[in-house]
């Protein structure tokens, strides 16, 4: 899933209400996946600074790692521009909870090497790493002796972006399936830039089998390259902001990728699902009756993409073959 935002007012609620709230009638549809990644928008810490500059902060109580728990999340990326917003401790703080909450993390840590580091997980069977990076707040690079983001340009010949790429090349052979997380690229616009399509291409034929991309408030179209998903914009998962009437950043996507062979699909070859959701009052849903026209105007972005996109009434959700 996308942008999971727990600070602010989902804090606010969280105060009173049980942690798994937050999903609303998600979470069987989470049930059903071996793993489950997501991107985390905030820092769970108490402590910290509010980073100078910056008109949004977004922190959580420590203690709401366990809506994380809540919906089996595995792994998460910290690759992004709210992970230092209370600045170097919260971030430490926020990799301690997760650490004891079980919850591996890519994307950020105490120094660049954490920063870069792939997460691994075992999962139905798998091995599955996850490389993370984000275009977003440079000044937040980390360094040697330096908590911080695993920064990258979207540029394949950039020094970090051949960084990035060896990342993904040394990982490949020590995992079964490697998903790269990027956040990246501004807040609005469906259109999917030209950059983020070249590096995507890029990253698939160093050996990622999804590039899993966010930042966006609102998803972007699928684009399929040599068999494998890049999925530009996952948009809003969670979170309390303002909503835009034509952008739509509350609607989003469950978004499963099935690896094939499955008993009760009778075999199905490799496939992405995508389950419509909704952000209704500071928690995700499923998107009910308007399931249909937010997987129509996905229908939409995948097509001028060149991916064919099918709607599964039976199953109130979209099909990409892969």
Not at 15 to 38: F, K, M
Not at 55 to 73: D, E, K, M, W, Y
Not at 223 to 240: L, N, S
Not at 274 to 282: A, F, G, H, N, Q
């Amino acid at each position: 899933m996308g942008d999971v935002m727990l600070g602010r007012l989902v804090d606010e609620r969280l105060r009173t209400a049980a942690p798994a709230s937050v999903w609303g009638d998600t979470l069987p549809v989470l049930a059903g996946a071996d793993l489950r990644i997501a991107n985390l928008e905030c820092v769970l810490a108490r402590g910290g600074t509010p980073w100078p500059g910056k008109v949004f902060h977004f922190r959580s109580a420590p203690q709401n790692v366990a809506c994380l728990t809540a919906a089996g999340i595995d792994a998460v990326s910290l690759a992004n521009n709210h992970t230092l917003d209370y600045g170097p401790e919260a971030l430490l703080e926020s990799v301690a909870a997760l650490d004891a909450a079980g919850i591996r993390h890519a994307g950020a840590g105490a120094d660049d090497d954490a920063a870069w580091s792939p997460a691994v997980v075992r999962a139905g069977g798998l091995d599955v790493g996850l490389v993370a990076f984000t275009d977003n707040t440079p000044d937040w690079a980390a360094a040697p002796r330096s908590p911080g983001v695993a920064y990258a340009p979207v540029d394949a010949a950039h020094p970090l972006g051949r960084r990035l790429r060896e990342v993904v090349r040394a990982t490949r052979p020590a995992v079964d399936v490697l998903i790269v997380s990027a956040h990246w690229g501004g807040n609005w616009g469906a259109e999917v830039p030209a950059e983020h399509r070249a590096l995507a291409h890029a990253l698939v034929e160093d050996g990622a089998d999804l590039v899993f991309g966010h930042s966006p408030h609102i998803v972007r179209g699928i684009e399929v390259h040599r068999g494998r998903p890049v999925i530009y914009g996952a948009g809003d998962f969670i979170d309390d902001y303002a909503v835009d009437p034509v952008e739509r950043n509350d609607q989003s996507f469950i978004f499963m990728l099935d690896l094939g062979g499955s008993a009760r699909d009778g075999g199905a070859g490799p496939r992405l699902l995508l389950w419509p959701t909704l952000i209704v009052d500071r928690r995700a849903v499923l998107a009910g009756r308007a399931a249909r026209p937010i997987a129509a105007r996905m229908e939409r972005l995948c097509a001028a993409l060149g991916t064919r996109a099918v709607w599964e009434p039976g199953e109130g959700r979209l099909l990409v073959e892969l």
